[in-house]
């Protein structure tokens, strides 16, 4: 999961170079932190949200076969 949201990321940012994922896994959560330069904060979170959302979405939808609960944090 750590590596598609990476791939997502610096693929919608100007300064990929400044993208860092982590992840962290609990008993039935795993949360996965991405954290971008913030000039490019506008451009992960898109208007109203969308494409936070999206990116979400595909992580859930990715995640939708192991047992465990995945949540992405943008910081």
Do not use: C, F, Y
Not at 43 to 61: C, D, E, L, P, Y
């Amino acid at each position: 999961m750590k590596e598609l949201v990476e791939i997502i990321a610096k693929s919608l940012v100007d300064s990929p170079d400044e993208v860092v994922v982590t992840e962290t896994t609990d008993e039935d959560t795993v949360t996965i932190l991405l954290k971008v330069a913030p000039d490019d904060m506008g451009k992960v979170i898109g208007k109203q949200g969308k494409i936070a959302r999206s990116i979400r979405t595909v992580v859930k939808a990715a995640a939708s076969k192991g047992d465990k609960k995945v949540i992405v944090d943008i910081k």
